[in-house]
């Protein structure tokens, strides 16, 4: 019998010891999405190949959330558009700003990864501070068979009261997107039944 419990002894530290737990918190908390799962949850298909009807639900979409189309060109289906946010001088944000919660802690974000521009400059130069917050997006429209893919691409930008570019980052929300295609979803339904 102590035969057997000097030899299962070493046995059981072993089994005990070998079972280690590995966290993967830090990793997962880090982990940047790869350009095809990129592409996933900012693509999404339609059920229908009238691009025509796509892009226009898309342009309506957009122009409800505030943005200005810069450009749309049906043959290539293309649309990209831009939404300013003025944060008036120095602290005093304006109202606008924070009608959209998202982009509030979406640039809160942003300015905070590159903070050194946002602090005051005692020289002799004139104060240096966020002024705007500069949202763009374009959009691919394109036909398959029965169905229409878009692709819709967010970028965020901060500029400062010069003019110069503070910081710009891709939005990489996966809601974010999900709540863009969502807002489609009605739009195209609205279109479909001439609402």
Not at 73 to 99: C, F, M, T
Request: aromatic content about 10%; overall charge positive; charged content about 25%.
């Amino acid at each position: 019998m102590k035969n057997k419990l000097i030899i299962l002894f070493p046995m059981l530290v072993l089994l005990v010891t070998s079972c280690t737990i590995v966290s993967n918190e830090e990793t997962t908390k880090t982990h940047q999405p790869t350009q095809l799962e990129t592409r996933e949850y900012q693509t999404r298909m339609y059920d229908t190949n009238d691009a025509k009807l796509i892009m226009k639900a898309l342009v309506n979409v957009l122009q409800d959330d505030g943005y200005i189309i810069l450009n749309a060109i049906p043959d290539l289906g293309v649309i990209v558009a831009k939404k300013e946010i003025d944060l008036g001088r120095g602290k005093n944000v304006s109202s606008d700003y924070y009608q959209n919660e998202f982009w509030v802690n979406f640039f809160l974000a942003l300015a905070g990864s590159k903070n050194n521009n946002s602090t005051p400059n005692y020289s002799n130069e004139e104060r240096t501070y966020q002024k705007t917050r500069v949202v763009e997006v374009s959009i691919n429209v394109t036909e398959y068979g029965k169905q229409t893919k878009v692709r819709a691409n967010f970028q965020a930008k901060i500029l400062d009261n010069k003019g110069n570019t503070v910081n710009v980052q891709q939005v990489q929300d996966m809601k974010f997107y999900q709540d863009f295609f969502a807002k489609v979803d009605k739009s195209i339904f609205l279109q479909k039944n001439g609402l």
